[in-house]
């Protein structure tokens, strides 16, 4: 009997004629193979391709203790990367609920190589010294998916924070600060001032103001380096039982904040607190819960500390119908420092 020899170099699955008429070069059925590429040298072979297994287990090291803690369960791959020329993947890791640090977050931007099996670890972070966000910023909801290695530099963007690079032969420090974070500008802004009722509010106030369409009410103004205006998602007025609402902007952060914007900063002289409001940069959902502090200095030579709480704030219904909660908001404590009409404020964190 004669011996048939086939070859697969079309790579093309036919199913439509018998078999005893399929064109060399395709095949009736195949499962589990690879053609065009392979692991061996035999490129047009058909070949088993490998499944999945188990390759390692991330863990966070403490160089001061040498303590290692694993990831938790929450940890996810946001991006990936494969090197194929040097048998190399490179992988984007977020841990949204890390059990140590002040984040409670960790991220990482790690390789394995699976000829030697070695993990290296080229960038983790758990606080940036804030006490909010880790240095790389990493967010679930914003994909790594714009990965190029070129040379030695493995560049990576996520939408949310500025294009950044690595050198992956780098030998990266733990970013982590140990010490007492030095403080940041995040927004600066020139204070006005409202009377309502009565009752006097100066600052920065530029969110949610009513009526609609014609609110009253808006103070102050973003300077220099924050003029970034990001506005409140949404269409037209906004809702609240019977009340109305125009929806504004805030004025986005710069520097480790820059994910957030700025909607109010108010000082009310008559309690000597004041309200923070703040929206996501990116315009999707609200901030959530979280606690910010630091200092804040006047062009007229004051300065002092302030501090809030925040959580998601109200619930409004716009003119599409859509219901949204887009701010997240708290009262600030303020220490040593009252705000005043006309003054140029610098945050700090």
């Known amino acids: ?168 032969n780098n030998d990266y420090a733990d970013p982590t600060d140990q010490g007492a974070a030095t403080p940041i500008v995040s927004w600066s802004f020139t204070a006005g001032s409202v009377v309502s009722s009565g009752i006097e509010t100066i600052g920065f106030d530029q969110g949610t103001l009513s009526p609609c369409p014609n609110p009253v009410g808006a103070i102050g103004v973003g300077v220099t380096p924050t003029t970034t205006q990001i506005a409140l998602p949404g269409v037209d007025c906004y809702t609240l039982g019977s009340l109305t609402k125009t929806k504004g902007y805030g004025i986005q952060a710069i520097n480790n904040l820059s994910n957030f914007a700025l909607t109010s900063f108010t000082y009310l002289p008559s309690t000597g607190k004041g309200e923070f409001t703040i929206i996501n940069s990116g315009g999707i959902g609200n901030p959530g819960s979280g606690s910010l502090s630091g200092t804040i200095t006047g062009d007229d030579g004051s300065s002092g500390t302030w501090e809030v709480d925040y959580n998601p704030g109200n619930t409004y219904v716009d003119s599409a119908g859509t219901v949204l909660t887009p701010e997240s908001l708290g009262q600030i404590t303020y220490t040593n420092i009252a705000l005043v009409n006309n003054v140029t404020y610098t945050i700090n964190i």
């Open 1 to 168: 009997m004669a011996k048939l020899k086939r070859h697969f170099i079309k790579g093309r699955m036919n199913k439509s004629v018998d078999e005893r008429l399929v064109p060399n070069g395709e095949y009736i059925d195949a499962l589990n193979v690879r053609l065009g590429s392979t692991e061996a040298s035999e490129v047009g072979s058909v070949e088993n391709s490998k499944g999945n297994s188990v390759l390692t287990a991330l863990i966070f090291t403490d160089f001061q203790t040498l303590q290692e803690t694993p990831l938790s369960e929450s940890a996810r791959t946001i991006g990936v990367h494969e090197d194929g020329a040097n048998e190399t993947i490179y992988w984007f890791v977020h841990d949204s609920k890390f059990p140590i640090g002040n984040t409670g977050k960790c991220d990482m931007v790690v390789s394995f190589n699976t000829v030697t099996g070695q993990v290296t670890y080229h960038v983790v972070s758990i606080d940036d010294g804030s006490g909010i966000l880790t240095t790389l910023n990493f967010n679930p909801q914003y994909l790594i998916t714009g990965v190029s290695l070129i040379g030695d530099l493995l560049f990576f963007t996520d939408g949310l924070n500025p294009p950044r690079f690595i050198n992956i």
